[in-house]
């Protein structure tokens, strides 16, 4: 059978489902007894307004270094990011691995792109841009299964970030609407982020070769590494322990010390290799189709 891409897949399934609300979890997740409800329970709770909830993956397998630095990620990057992002009362992307839909908001807005790589980043933005709410659940846990090599890991951001810039590239038009100007911060951090990790990759090579002597270089590397570094553990710490009431993930903390160290080398790396696809992919248009990476315990059980 031909792959036509997980948004087309997710169109088969609300066309043969009979139910005002979906949830929807990836094929290599597993759903915690009480997510359901706790997902649900918004709907009835917050209106009519609100359209969708997101839920908080957590990560199964914590067999390597890899996997456990991932865990750091989702338990507190991406969790602070959605809390915060929730103060402006924007999201910039439900979670593709655990969330709920009501049906009707999704017809309303055309379903999901089936040309867009990441189609829960698209189908956000599509549903706050119609002024729709959404929100994030912490406790409707949904465990999942991470990359565990370097080829796995690679794969998985790279399509992440060719999403993101997918969205900001296909409703640019946000920044000139009042309306949406809710939204601004949202679209305006992931053009920071992508500017940031060319300016970290200028600024790196400047000090390369212009620094007079190898020991003024590596002085004046460590100081900002530093700085930058402390300030990445302590927002790691205070992440970890909000998401610890739900998961107990504090004691990997000690992991998340190569987070920063290895993370901003990466990310650097994945921002530049992504830009080209986005813009490929806008102008090629079609079935947005990818390939799932190793997913740790899968090959294992496999």
């Not at 290599?28 to 706790?38: I, N």
């Not at 949406?180 to 090579?205: M, P």
């Not at 003024?216 to 930058?228: C, D, G, K, N, V």
Request: net charge positive.
């Amino acid at each position: 059978m031909e792959n036509r891409g997980k948004a087309n897949a997710l169109q088969v399934g609300l066309f043969a489902s009979r139910s005002e609300y979906l949830v929807c979890v990836e094929s290599d997740a597993l759903l915690s007894d009480t997510a359901p409800y706790y997902l649900i329970n918004h709907f009835f709770k917050c209106g009519e307004r609100l359209r969708a909830v997101t839920g908080n993956p957590a990560i199964c397998n914590r067999n390597n270094l890899l996997s456990r630095m991932q865990l750091d990620e989702y338990a507190s990057i991406i969790g602070a990011i959605k809390r915060t992002q929730r103060l402006l009362g924007k999201v910039m992307t439900v979670s593709g691995v655990v969330v709920a839909f009501r049906k009707k908001a999704l017809v309303d807005v055309g379903l999901w792109d089936r040309d867009m790589i990441t189609e829960d980043i698209a189908v956000s933005w599509k549903l706050q841009k119609k002024f729709w709410d959404v929100r994030y659940e912490p406790r409707a846990i949904c465990w999942m299964l991470v990359p565990e090599t370097l080829s796995g890991i690679w794969k998985q951001p790279v399509r992440w970030a060719q999403g993101g810039q997918e969205v900001i590239i296909r409703h640019w038009r946000v920044l000139f609407t009042w309306k949406q100007r809710r939204i601004w911060l949202i679209y305006l951090e992931q053009w920071i982020s992508i500017i940031w990790a060319f300016c970290w990759l200028f600024v790196t090579l400047l000090l390369l070769f212009t620094a007079e002597t190898f020991q003024q270089m590596l002085i004046w590397f460590t100081i900002t590494s530093f700085a930058l570094v402390f300030i990445s553990l302590i927002q790691l710490f205070v992440a970890l322990l909000i998401d610890s009431r739900y998961n107990p993930v504090l004691k990997y903390y000690f992991w998340a010390a190569w987070y920063p160290a290895i993370y901003w080398m990466v990310n650097t790396a994945v921002v530049m290799a992504a830009v080209p696809r986005a813009i490929s992919s806008r102008l090629k248009g079609g079935y947005a189709v990818w390939h799932s990476p190793d997913r740790g315990m899968k090959k294992k059980t496999s």
